[in-house]
């Protein structure tokens, strides 16, 4: 038996949730990283008695095109799934139902799922440094009863929570740009998920194509990339009331 981790986790939120989880399961982990285009995901084949966890961060409520495009190339052939959405503690909403619908389609079994809480990927003052200690013991447990689970073949589909059809995917929201200390290195560039960034000019974005998963700003190695000032700041002062409360983790099994 294999353990995969299918993982779309532009800011590295996402796969903190996901390697928990990962690390309390048995099985020989194999890594695949739905950010990185170049791969043919076609290609990536499971075995009926492998185990994948597949995690996705929720943008406005969906899982990212992206991702959901990506992960339906995979060929599931009745191995199980762990699903795992994370958001930035706001909402997840329709995330972990278009994801259930997505793996499913792929063939994958679906047997467990877990809303988890990482930073906020733009406004980064909400659930700061999560997941924390209080998280990781949440998701270390649970990891011990999938493990339960997968041990008595039990295959029983969880009840996941969403609205179908699912609620209406947003734009980007906010679009980085380079500032003056730009180099044109070009590290965003190669590492943006969906090539919004021009590879020979990567002071260049294109604006449609961006998805907002601030994927440059966080692995620019001089701090180059930034988010308009005043819609940051417009967007805390929108999010303050529904992000403020600590959210914990919701689980499903």
């Not at 990283?33 to 966890?53: C, G, I, N, P, Y």
């Amino acid at each position: 038996m294999k353990l995969y981790e299918i993982c779309f986790s532009p800011t590295g939120g996402t796969k903190k949730a996901l390697d928990i989880l990962t690390n309390g399961l048995n099985g020989d982990m194999q890594p695949v990283d739905l950010t990185d285009r170049k791969t043919d995901f076609s290609s990536v084949s499971l075995a009926e008695d492998d185990v994948a966890v597949i995690g996705v961060p929720s943008y406005g409520g969906r899982v990212p095109a992206p991702a959901a495009k990506r992960l339906s190339k995979i060929q599931g052939n009745g191995a199980k799934a762990v699903l795992v959405c994370v958001y930035g503690n706001r909402a997840y909403e329709d995330t972990l139902a278009e994801l259930q619908d997505t793996a499913t389609q792929s063939g994958f079994r679906v047997i467990a799922a877990v809303a988890a809480i990482a930073e906020h990927s733009i406004v980064r003052q909400f659930a700061a440094g999560r997941p924390d200690h209080q998280d990781q013991t949440t998701l270390h447990s649970f990891a011990g009863k999938i493990q339960a689970k997968l041990d008595a073949q039990d295959i029983s589909l969880p009840s996941i929570p969403g609205n179908r059809p699912y609620k209406k995917g947003g734009g980007a929201g906010m679009v980085p740009k380079p500032s003056k200390a730009c180099v044109n290195c070009g590290l965003c560039a190669e590492k943006c998920p969906v090539q919004a960034i021009d590879l020979t000019n990567p002071k260049k974005v294109d604006s449609k194509t961006c998805i907002s998963c601030m994927r440059c700003v966080s692995i620019c190695p001089h701090s180059a990339r930034k988010v308009n000032g005043i819609m940051l700041a417009a967007a805390g002062a929108m999010l303050k009331k529904a992000c403020s409360e600590r959210k914990e983790c919701e689980l499903y099994i």
